[in-house]
């Protein structure tokens, strides 16, 4: 019982040390502090899928009523916020080139006609392709607008009994892209803070000379990555918390599973991130080398997590390579956890492969400390 409390003073020794390495310095205390809720708060209102202020040109061969009511009809909507009429394609042409506007409609002169006989009118929709998202969503937009400008007007045939469509959409309502956002970036800031403490804990002391003591210390590999990783999760958790107040009392974010369960989901995401950090760090001897090991390990990361794309779009090699990605099963988790209150097998479906990833890394790093001990 002694040599276990004393083991256990040895470690805690070690974490009030690391402790005073990431504290003292002001410079880290406002990284620590500040960064996290800024990005955060940036990015949520920066980073729109959203597409509501379309400019849009528009070249009407036809000019009569049917055209003009059909351009009415899009400068209602609230997704184009400017429309500029062209008289001619070169004219059009040019302010498309120019990137004055990424759209642009050509109505032929029998639109009206074609209309009144009950055909289906044949508009042009130029998009510029140089915005492939974008021009995706606005193509959407504006075939919609003409689908309805179709039905309503007068001589078109329709069916006698219109279907309605009554669109429910669940865990979003209202289908508020700041809560995918916000709840995607906190795992992406968490990752970052969590891998850059861990990435630079060991190289530092190395490029120090303090790492060697370190060594020759009574304390083993095991107790060593202890002493490492409780400060760096202990900081990711205080900025983890700093984003959740922020989430819940800024962005009114639900946590449908309950904090508690999103606290505990959240340590072993961030264990597996420590080993991958101190697994970087130990075979790094500067903190030259870290910082690039870190932004290696995290360009990868972020494409293949499901972030930007969905891993469902991808091809089969790179979805394999999401399996052995953290960000992939804290993006399931923390959608599930926020929005969905996920069941238990669900829980453990994900938390499990993240408890390998973790115990697999921390495992590499303890071996190469013990490596650098022998």
């Known amino acids: 019982m002694t040599d276990f409390i004393a083991k256990c003073a040895a470690v805690w020794a070690l974490v009030i040390k690391e402790f005073q390495m990431i504290w003292s310095d002001p410079k880290n205390r406002a990284m620590i502090l500040f960064p996290p809720l800024l990005m955060l708060t940036v990015f949520a209102f920066a980073a729109t899928f959203e597409v509501n202020s379309i400019s849009m040109l528009i070249y009407d061969k036809d000019h009569t009523p049917v055209s003009r009511a059909l351009i009415d009809k899009i400068a209602n909507t609230p997704y184009v916020k400017h429309i500029d009429f062209v008289n001619n394609p070169q004219e059009l042409q040019q302010k498309i080139d120019t990137e004055q506007a990424f759209v ?59 279907i309605k469509v009554q669109v429910r959409n669940w865990f979003n309502p209202e289908l508020n892209y700041q809560w995918y956002i916000v709840i995607s970036f906190m795992g992406v ?65 639900p946590a449908e599973s309950g904090y508690l369960l999103i606290y505990a989901c959240i340590f ?22 870290a910082i690039f090991g870190v932004f290696a390990f995290l360009a990868p990361t972020f494409l293949l997590s499901g972030f930007i794309t969905p891993i469902e779009n991808m091809p089969m090699l790179l979805q394999k390579f999401s399996i052995v990605n953290p960000l992939t099963y804290f993006f399931r988790l923390a959608r599930g956890l926020f929005l969905k209150n996920i069941d238990a097998m669900t829980i453990w479906a994900n938390v499990l492969p993240l408890l390998i990833i973790g115990l697999c890394t921390l495992s590499f790093a303890a071996w190469f400390f013990n490596k650098r001990i022998n």
């Open 104 to 162: 642009a409609l050509t109505i032929p002169e029998n639109f009206a006609a074609a209309t009144y006989l009950g055909k289906s009118p044949t508009v042009q929709l130029i998009l510029d392709g140089r915005k492939s998202n974008t021009v995706q969503v606005v193509s959407g937009y504006l075939t919609q607008i003409f689908a309805a400008f179709q039905y309503e007007t007068n001589g078109i045939d329709t069916p006698q009994i219109p």
């Open 189 to 253: 800031l968490v990752t970052v803070m969590m891998l850059a403490i861990t990435a630079l804990s060991v190289a530092q002391e190395k490029e120090l000379g303090t790492f060697e003591q370190v060594l020759v210390s009574p304390l083993k590999p095991f107790q060593i990555l202890i002493g490492k990783t409780v400060p760096a999760i202990t900081v990711a958790y205080l900025d983890f918390t700093i984003m959740l107040i922020a989430g819940h009392f800024i962005f009114h974010i």
């Open 268 to 289: 072993v995401f961030l264990l597996s991130i420590a080993g991958i950090g101190l697994f970087i760090s130990t075979i790094c001897n500067t903190q030259q080398q």
